[in-house]
């Protein structure tokens, strides 16, 4: 009598087992599909008491303020006459959602930050995103509360940019560090350490004249073409709040 009890109880918790490990894998197929939107809402949710306060807020409008000094040097009149004449993107003053950073990507906060806004509040894919001196990055992916960011220095960042004192395009790289690279393919221009870097009139993904760096250092080694660091006015990996540019189409 007591084996049969026995065997009884083990077919019982068998079957337990069974429940609990087909449980885990309905659980693991629908993060697949989700694509891990479940778990940046579930993320958010518990976070949330944990984001940055007030005073990081004030700081970002500051830093705004700043950042508008510096546009007034850049030339917007000719900029805003090409961008019409192209009919590519523009953006309006009305168009900004202020969002708090709640997670870095672990081991590598270069590539991706998470912020605490999502489709629910209008944030779009390709939306791009500002901090405390200027451009950060673009938004990649969005769940109902969250969004992620693909930063300027990550190596999947390539953007069209701007040398205002000598009035060049060039292409800034991501390069998974502090310093992205700007490559300009014209050997004979005349780029120095300290020039201002902003985003290109000529560009189909950004408004212009968003501040983006400072030249860093140059290198002349190439044949074809010149290469410099840039120095990033928006540092991501001490920003707590940004500000998610919104896209006219």
């Known amino acids: 009598m007591l084996g049969i009890r026995r065997i009884s109880t083990y077919r019982w918790w068998h079957k337990k087992k069974n429940w609990i490990l087909f449980v885990v894998f309905l659980f693991l197929v629908f993060v697949k599909i989700s694509k891990g939107s479940f778990y940046k809402d579930f993320y958010y949710l518990i976070s949330k008491p944990f984001w940055p306060g007030q005073f990081q807020k004030e700081i970002l409008l500051e830093s705004i303020d700043q950042e508008y000094l510096i546009k007034f040097n850049l030339l917007k009149k000719d900029n805003i006459r090409l961008r019409q004449i192209l009919s590519l993107q523009e953006s309006s003053n009305n168009d900004h959602i202020s969002a708090a950073v709640i997670s870095r990507k672990t081991g590598s906060w270069w590539r991706q930050i998470i912020l605490n806004k999502g489709s629910k509040d209008g944030v779009e894919i390709g939306n791009i995103v ?18 992620s960011v693909t ?45 201002f870097v902003s985003s290109s009139p000529a560009s189909s993904l950004l408004p212009p004249n968003i501040p983006i760096g400072i030249v860093q250092s140059i290198d002349e080694t190439l044949k074809s073409k010149k290469t410099a660091k840039i120095s990033l006015l928006a540092k991501p990996q001490v920003i707590d709040w940004v500000q998610i540019l919104k896209i006219k189409r």
Do not use: C, H, M
């Open 130 to 147: 500002i901090g405390p001196g200027g451009l950060l990055g673009r938004v990649s992916n969005t769940s109902l509360f969250t969004s």
């Open 151 to 195: 930063l300027i220095t990550s190596p999947e960042s390539k953007l069209g940019v701007w040398v205002d004192r000598i009035q060049i395009n060039g292409l800034l790289v991501g390069l998974a560090d502090d310093y992205p690279n700007l490559i300009l393919y014209s050997k004979d221009a005349d780029i120095k350490v300290g020039d």
